[in-house]
């Protein structure tokens, strides 16, 4: 093979690409980042919502669904849940107070998380935060996520 | 052995194969959770089952590079590790976080764990793989500081190379994006964005100049081909891996929130992400073919093209088949993304690990290879864990295609449960390929402890 | 048994034009087989790779098209288990045919023919 293309010239193709993929990335994050009030519905991002949020994660809701399709697939994608479920809160309070402690024989069980009616009403406002969020394509493709 | 400290490895090494051991037989416990759904419920919830699962891969792949380091390293910049006592001392405290974190989860609702690690000072919990307390995680980016230390002194102070330059940046890029696992925002869009920074730059970015330049150290020592040359293909393979991998973060960002414009760029740069992975293939390959030396450790060898191989096909390959977005806005958060996950995961970093564990253990117990028994158990072991981790990818893929077009593409989609009854099959393939590929690890395992005629190593 | 130069460049040649005809350029790297078929002699050693790559693409062709297209016409278009089967195989046959490929490019540049193993002198 003909030495044309030496090792100082791949090391300078790495450093280069390296470095102008790199500020092109934080570049696009900026503005990324600038667009989003345009959808990422913060207007209804409340204190209340925060808290539903919270809950979300030490109870490790990711651990057996998807949020936005990212998680784990267990269980249903629950970005859309509040419309999936008629545009209800209290379905969605329902359906977590509901679960029996020890689970459905032989199924998929959910946890019982012993969420007091406040708790239970701020996860569903983070979940109805969520689905209010404007997303490409309006994925996902269809009701059930 | 050129210099005594490189023997830090074996405690790494050891102390990885462990984790990795446990991390399988919860991977088991998954699998049979996914066809019966309340195996073990609700002692061990299958969430808790996972994160046991996906951060004992994490902290076993980090014992295997740091181990790795420790071992390549001394050797390539000619000197001792700057610090022994202090790779020592980070060994024993890594352990025991992520021995009790573990057990944290396993022992404790995790709400509870929350609670308990004073999670509402800094909340940085509850996000997929970076499940870890707060405290755990200040004490990884610890550990990993005193690592760079000594690493990077050992480097600075002695010869440096190419290779070992490439594994400091890559090392160092590990621990600056993982400062952004601390950055966890009220708002969804924000929160997920800067999740993919620790993620992404991670497993498709800076992970990917680990893996290469350990890939490079094995294949200069098992076919004896000119520093040069490798080093060369090592420079454009890691090129080719930011060039492709920087933007193509923006896979992950096609519907989350974020400027449509990212559908375009996403998906043009990530397609072009299984590059270095081929030319990994064809850099392994070549420099086999080419090879100036027959050398006695067989499995390391067999090991190291496998790494390349499985990388292309599970990375590369799979990784293509959904990084377009018309075709991801079906796939998103499928069997797909799973079946994916797991090839690339085991193809690129579990297999670079045992690469070099292959390779570098016979030498710190004293001898060039293993003995020929053994080599032949571990080289069975390399088949049953790499076939049967082909079948496993294989069933998530037929599942994740039925998935697809019975919830998402149908006329008439059917509710998430419904269809996962459907696939059910797929899974129950699955766990029997995964109790398969936990008994290639446990020969694997074994062969370390097998007795046999030693391989005559023939010098010049 | 050394290759002359010309033979070695033009053996590697075809064996690229294989892989990209698997890959990135399939047809027009085809043809470009066929032009080099022509421009070997036969038992030399770039014919061996002109005529490899010629085989295995044409296998590749009807392991991939003919057998997937049947799958596709017996199992029903609209069927989601149809696409089960033909998205498996195409990705895994289609991997396979790409690795060989690799292979023998590799095998090529080292001036040696397909013939012995990776483990083995």
């Known amino acids: 093979m003909r030495e044309t293309f030496t090792k100082g010239m791949a090391r300078n193709i790495y450093y280069g690409g390296a470095v102008f993929f790199f500020l092109v990335l934080i570049g696009l994050t900026v503005d990324t980042v600038k667009s989003l009030p345009q959808t990422d519905n913060r207007e209804n991002l409340t204190e209340q919502v925060a808290a539903g949020k919270r809950l979300w994660e030490i109870n490790n809701c990711i651990g057996c669904h998807t949020l936005l399709g990212e998680g784990a697939y267990f269980a249903p994608e629950l970005g859309n849940v509040y419309t999936r479920f008629g545009e209800s809160t209290e379905a969605i309070k329902a359906f977590i107070k509901y679960r029996p402690v020890d689970g459905i024989e032989g199924r998929r069980s959910m946890p019982q998380f012993n969420l007091s009616d406040e708790e239970l009403e701020e996860l569903a406002q983070f979940l109805k935060y969520v689905d209010g969020v404007t997303i490409a394509r309006d994925w996902p493709p269809n009701i059930q996520g | 052995m050129k210099y005594e400290s490189q023997g830090i490895a074996k405690m790494y090494f050891i102390a990885a194969i462990g984790l990795f051991l446990g991390q399988i037989l919860f991977g088991v416990v998954m699998g049979m959770q996914y066809v019966v759904g309340d195996f073990l419920f609700p002692e061990i919830p299958f969430n808790v089952a996972r994160m046991v699962h996906t951060n004992l891969l994490i902290v076993w792949l980090l014992f295997g590079f740091m181990g790795s380091a420790y071992y390549l390293v001394p050797e390539e910049a000619e000197r001792e590790l700057f610090a022994p006592w202090l790779a020592k001392l980070m060994f024993w405290i890594f352990l025991v976080a992520g021995a009790l974190t573990i057990l944290g989860y396993l022992l404790v609702p995790y709400a509870k764990l929350a609670e308990l690690t004073m999670n509402d000072l800094l909340p940085t919990m509850g996000r997929e793989f970076l499940e870890q307390p707060t405290i755990t995680k200040i004490g990884i980016v610890i ?13 600075l102070t002695g010869r440096k190379t190419v290779i070992n330059l490439v594994l400091l940046t890559g090392l160092a890029g590990l621990a600056v994006f993982f400062l952004f696992s601390f950055y966890n925002p009220d708002n969804i869009v924000l929160d997920k964005y800067f999740w993919w920074f620790v993620v992404h730059l991670w497993v498709e970015g800076v992970w990917e100049l680990i893996m290469a330049s350990m890939l490079a150290y094995v294949l200069i020592k098992v076919t004896g081909v000119d520093r040069e040359v490798i080093e060369k293909w090592l420079y454009v393979i890691i090129a080719m891996a930011l060039i492709s991998g920087l933007l193509g973060t923006g896979h992950h960002f096609f519907w989350i929130g974020t400027p449509d414009y990212w559908q375009w760029i996403g998906s043009i740069f990530s397609a072009l992400e299984p590059i270095p992975f081929f030319m990994m293939t064809l850099f392994a390959f070549n420099v086999v073919n080419k090879r ?17 191989v499985m990388a292309f096909l599970g990375a590369g390959v799979w990784g293509f088949l959904h990084t377009l977005a018309p075709v991801n806005f079906y796939t998103h958060g499928t069997q797909i993304t799973a079946a994916h996950g797991h090839m690339a995961f085991y193809g690129a970093y579990v297999m670079v690990v045992l690469t070099m564990i292959s390779y570098a253990m016979p030498i710190m117990r004293g001898k060039k290879a293993a003995n020929q028994t053994a080599q032949v158990i571990e080289m069975w072991s390399f088949w049953l864990m790499t076939v049967s981790m082909v079948f496993i990818t294989l069933f998530l893929t037929g599942a994740g295609i039925l998935q697809v077009y019975l919830q998402r593409y149908a006329e008439t989609p059917e509710p ?26 446990f020969l694997y395992i074994y062969s370390f402890f097998a007795k046999g005629p030693e391989v005559e190593v023939v010098e010049g | 048994m050394k290759n002359d130069e010309l033979q070695q460049k033009q053996a590697s040649h075809a064996a690229l034009a ?22 070997t002699l036969p038992g030399s050693f770039d014919r061996y790779y002109v005529v490899l790559g010629i085989k295995t693409n044409v296998w590749a062709a009807i392991a991939l098209f003919l057998v997937s297209g049947l799958m596709i016409i017996f199992g029903g278009f609209y069927s989601p288990w149809t696409w089960v089967y033909v998205l498996s195989y195409f990705m895994f046959v289609h991997s396979m045919f790409i690795l060989f490929a690799t292979w023998a490019l590799t095998r090529c540049w080292a001036g040696g023919r397909l013939k012995t193993t990776v483990l083995s002198k």
Do not use: C
């Not at chain 2, 100036?292 to 390349?308: E, F, Q």
């Open chain 2, 143 to 155: 550990v990993a500081l005193a690592f760079l230390f000594n690493i990077g002194m050992t480097i």
């Open chain 2, 292 to 308: 100036r030396l027959d050398h006695p450790n067989k499995p390391a060898v067999l090991w190291a093209l496998g790494t390349a």
């Open chain 3, 18 to 39: 294989s892989l990209l005809n698997l890959t990135l350029f399939p047809g027009i790297s085809f043809i470009v087989l066929l032009l080099l078929y022509k421009k």
């Open chain 2, 416 to 441: 998430f449960m419904v269809v996962q009854d459907k696939i059910a099959l797929f899974y129950w393939l699955r766990e029997a390929a995964g109790l398969v590929f936990l008994s290639g690890l």
